[in-house]
């Protein structure tokens, strides 16, 4: 598959999944009155293993063991989010409007994730050939 393919793909995924783990955290936090910090903790812990899932089967086609790869792509995860904390931390720091910094903090996160899950976490000769819809 085309790199064109995959950043469809991984684009879709992260909104599905962005818009399935809000759905969980409010669902928890408003319909079920759980804390709203265990409500936060469920949700993403479902967005992360969600991502995991579909990056490796639908956006990369991932065909190795899957998982040994889970350490990696948490280890991905956090160093993108790393990465989008300072990034907003410092641009906040240096006056950028907070709005307009998460936007930009979001963009580098995005975009890291993209590369290292591609090249690091999901990089394998044994991509599956099947195509998923």
């Given at each position: 598959?085309?790199?064109?393919?995959?950043?469809?793909?991984?684009g879709?995924v992260?909104?599905?999944?962005?818009?399935?783990?809000?759905?969980?955290i409010l669902?928890?936090?408003?319909?079920?009155?759980?804390?709203?910090?265990?409500?936060?903790?469920?949700?993403?812990?479902?967005g992360?293993?969600?991502?995991?899932?579909?990056?490796?089967?639908?956006t990369?086609?991932?065909?190795?063991?899957?998982?040994e790869r889970?350490?990696?792509?948490?280890?991905?995860v956090?160093i993108?989010?790393?990465?989008?904390?300072?990034?907003?931390?410092?641009?906040?720091?240096?006056?950028i409007?907070p709005?307009?910094?998460?936007?930009?903090?979001?963009?580098?996160?995005?975009?890291?994730?993209?590369?290292?899950?591609?090249?690091?976490?999901?990089?394998d000769?044994?991509?599956t050939?099947?195509?998923?819809?």
């Amino acid at each position: 598959m085309s790199v064109l393919g995959q950043l469809w793909r991984f684009g879709i995924v992260g909104i599905a999944n962005t818009a399935i783990g809000l759905v969980i955290i409010l669902t928890l936090q408003n319909g079920l009155g759980v804390h709203p910090l265990l409500s936060n903790m469920v949700g993403y812990l479902i967005g992360f293993l969600m991502g995991y899932h579909f990056h490796r089967t639908w956006t990369f086609r991932y065909g190795g063991n899957a998982v040994e790869r889970v350490p990696h792509y948490f280890l991905v995860v956090a160093i993108c989010y790393l990465l989008n904390v300072s990034t907003l931390t410092f641009l906040t720091w240096i006056g950028i409007d907070p709005s307009r910094a998460q936007i930009v903090a979001v963009v580098i996160y995005s975009v890291s994730h993209f590369i290292l899950g591609k090249w690091l976490v999901f990089a394998d000769k044994k991509a599956t050939t099947r195509c998923a819809p």
